[in-house]
């Protein structure tokens, strides 16, 4: 184009600039950058905003900010892309501080700026400052069915259920996202029975439901493990082609996990395979089905596949091999794993890889070796990692380290019944008769009681 002599126009540069961000190259987004500067383009508020959206994306928000505070240019798009990589990072001081200098210097915000801002409260559960967002949005008129839906998770997430079923019930017009969120409150509460029917009402309302939505349906089953009722929904999916639609591979995948769930690891076999676009977390899925059913050898092989096919694992997938190989007394594999995940993929290890590593030796009876993990630990172990380790102390006889895992749990968990009664199941086992009798009256004075365990057998013809 140039090279005929024509120069590219503002609108030419910001469509450049997208298909940079979509893939995700920084370098050629950097030298379009250059030339806007030198071309006099970067004054223009439509290149300034692709050229913020672009760097907070790629080179992080921090950037952008730069560039925002030394244009005199920006625009209230400007703002909301700051706004909104700050929410999206969870930066809710950022969120606030900078909304508020909005309204200081007379921008007026839209409900792109109140979505994000709320999204922000939504996850550090702010409930008193998204209360005053909503109030302010219903004066200045600013309500569309993305923000309704927005408020509607604000205040499930807050525990405000009976608000978001309010403010879903009065709202009219509603679209697949505001249905899709109240379905998502519901879930979010447990209330699986609610989200059904309120899939029923949808229905009968005659709208078409999104991928997100039978989505949503599809985890309440699973939750309840009705595999009959999960299969007349994965029929619906099927007859209506929902699977064909773009960015599907999350409803395929809670397929996969609803045939795990409830048992089927056949079926939930043929649906994995028939993804065909897998993304980390159909993968992922799949070797924790393995995981459920205890075959640690084909997580391990599914594993080697997915690397493969070019696929990066995350710190879930490390999480269900590990616990695959607990489980499958894969010790060897499970220690491999765990320095991979590290020193290949560059993955901080959690709390939850760590306490799978200490179960892992533990069973295999490596106790000093689980202890010298706890002790090398990059993060403070909690009462899982302790708990971990004494029952394994409790299964290999080891009261020495059974002590030191106990009292660690009893200066993190002083209340937990069951760390109290594997304690004293360890020291009865070394016929330690009196620390048992000490344990036991510690949980008499204490009015410590064991909660008797239930379960539900679902059937045809009844519950």
């Known amino acids: 184009m140039r090279a005929d002599g024509c120069e590219p126009s503002a609108a030419t540069l910001a469509v450049l600039l997208q298909a940079c961000m979509a893939e995700r190259d920084a370098a050629a987004g950097g030298q379009l950058h250059c030339y806007a500067v030198k071309s006099g383009w970067s004054g223009d508020v439509v290149v300034l905003n692709s050229i913020l959206t672009h760097l907070s994306r790629i080179t992080g928000v921090d950037v952008a900010v730069r560039l925002f505070e030394q244009s005199p240019r920006s625009d209230a798009v400007s703002w909301n892309i700051i706004i909104s990589e700050y929410s999206s990072e969870g930066r809710v001081s950022k969120v606030v501080d900078m909304y508020e200098r909005m309204r200081r210097e007379e921008v007026c915000p839209s409900c792109e700026t109140l979505t994000s801002v709320v999204a922000a409260f939504a996850k550090c559960r702010h409930l008193r400052q998204g209360q005053k967002l909503h109030s302010f949005g219903l004066k200045s008129g600013l309500i569309d069915t993305i923000l309704v839906a927005s408020f509607v998770d604000f205040y499930a997430k807050c525990g405000e259920l009976p608000s978001s079923v309010q403010l879903f019930e009065e709202f009219r017009g509603k679209s697949n996202c505001i249905w899709s969120a109240m379905l998502a409150a519901f879930i979010h509460h447990g209330q699986f029975l609610d989200a059904i029917h309120l899939f029923g009402r949808m229905i009968d309302s005659s709208l078409v439901p999104s991928a997100d939505v039978l989505r949503a349906l599809v985890i309440c089953y699973t939750e309840l493990g009705d595999l009959r009722l999960g299969k007349v929904v994965h029929g619906y999916i099927i007859r209506n082609n929902c699977a064909a639609e773009s960015h599907s591979c999350a409803l395929e995948t809670s397929i996969v996990k609803l045939y795990a769930r409830c048992g089927n690891i056949h079926l939930a076999e043929r649906c ?192």
Request: aromatic fraction near 6%; include cysteine.
């Open 272 to 463: 994995f395979s028939s993804i065909l676009h897998k993304d980390s977390i159909s993968w992922s899925s799949m070797i924790e089905t393995y995981t459920i059913h205890g075959d640690g050898r084909k997580a391990l092989a599914l594993f080697r596949q997915m690397l493969e096919e070019g696929a990066r694992p995350n710190g879930v997938t490390f999480l269900s091999l590990l616990s695959a190989c607990g489980h499958s007394g894969l010790v060897s594999e499970a220690r491999e794993l765990f320095d991979c995940m590290t020193r290949k993929f560059g993955i901080a290890p959690e709390l939850g890889h760590y306490t799978c590593m200490v179960d892992v030796l533990g069973r295999s009876g490596n106790l000093e070796e689980a202890v010298q993990l706890i002790n090398g630990m990059t993060v403070k172990p909690d009462g899982r990692i302790w708990g971990a380790l004494l029952a394994s102390c409790k299964t290999h006889s080891n009261s020495k380290l059974a002590n030191l895992a106990a009292r660690k749990l009893m200066e993190l968990e002083p209340n937990n019944v069951g760390y109290h009664v594997v304690f004293s199941n360890v020291q009865a086992g070394g016929s330690r008769w009196g620390e048992v009798e000490d344990i036991r009256s510690s949980m008499v004075d204490k009015d410590m009681q064991k909660s008797p365990a239930w379960s539900r057998v679902s059937d045809i013809g009844g519950v």
